[in-house]
């Protein structure tokens, strides 16, 4: 579904990624770990191809970086669903805006829009938050919002980078079990954590531990 050949991404050679080679499969749940400034979010950033290799290459489905085109782009993205440390919620929407616009971008029939958004606030319980800004939630009420709008356009993989850093402990752990489950119903899941604690509520996953740029070690 992902892999990587070779690949190089650095910036002026202060960091980035090196010689990563490897292949994700559909339904993997992998996680990313290493030191801050190892290369975990450039990784993460090369998957969905919002950088591209200096050298090497990264191939999402049909989708390569020697060849994609600004065309392709945007149907790459409607495969990859998003989630990140400081939840991206639009400040000035109110939560169903925020999920809806997800699948207005997608091109979702504007029709069905009002029933998904309803049934994805619905299952990740923050349907009695329809109205509601994201500075009027809790961090864990952020996060199942941008959740609910990553899993809208029903990906096939969800990137994550580091989305518990900005959560308490036990709703950092209720975060995972979810994305645990979201997995077994097949949505492979690729998420930069520090959290050993988190890594390990998780009954089945690869472990890519990064280091000074580089992949040193990848079960
Ligand atoms: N756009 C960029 N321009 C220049 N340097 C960059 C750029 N993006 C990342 N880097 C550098 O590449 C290195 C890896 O950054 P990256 O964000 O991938 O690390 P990380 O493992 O995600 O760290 P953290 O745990 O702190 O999030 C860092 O040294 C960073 O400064
Ligand atoms: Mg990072």
Request: proline letters at 4%; charged letters at 25%; aromatic letters at 10%.
């Amino acid at each position: 579904m992902i892999s990587f050949k070779d690949v190089y991404c650095t910036f002026e050679d202060r960091g980035g990624i090196k010689e990563a080679n490897f292949t994700i499969n559909a339904g993997d749940f992998v996680f990313l770990t290493g030191p801050s400034g190892a290369g975990k979010s450039t990784l993460l950033r090369l998957m969905y191809m919002d950088v591209v290799p200096d050298k090497g290459e990264v191939v999402f489905q049909q989708y390569s970086s020697r060849n994609i085109s600004r065309h392709d782009l945007p149907y790459l993205r409607r495969k990859v669903g998003m989630l990140f440390q400081d939840f991206r919620l639009l400040p000035d929407r109110n939560v169903y805006q925020n999920v809806a616009l997800g699948l207005y971008a997608a091109n979702y029939k504007a029709a069905n829009i009002r029933d998904r958004v309803e049934e994805m606030l619905e299952k990740l319980d923050v349907a009695d938050k329809w109205y509601h800004k994201p500075h009027e939630l809790s961090g864990g009420e952020k996060q199942r919002v941008a959740l609910a709008r990553a899993l809208a356009i029903e990906p096939r993989v969800l990137l994550a980078d580091e989305p518990t850093g900005n959560l308490d402990p036990r709703v950092s752990i209720e975060l995972v079990k979810l994305l645990y489950q979201i997995n077994q119903s097949g949505t492979s899941v690729i998420m930069a954590t520090h959290d050993y604690d988190i890594i390990n509520r998780v009954p089945k996953y690869r472990l890519f531990q990064i280091s000074k740029s580089k992949i040193v070690s990848a079960t």
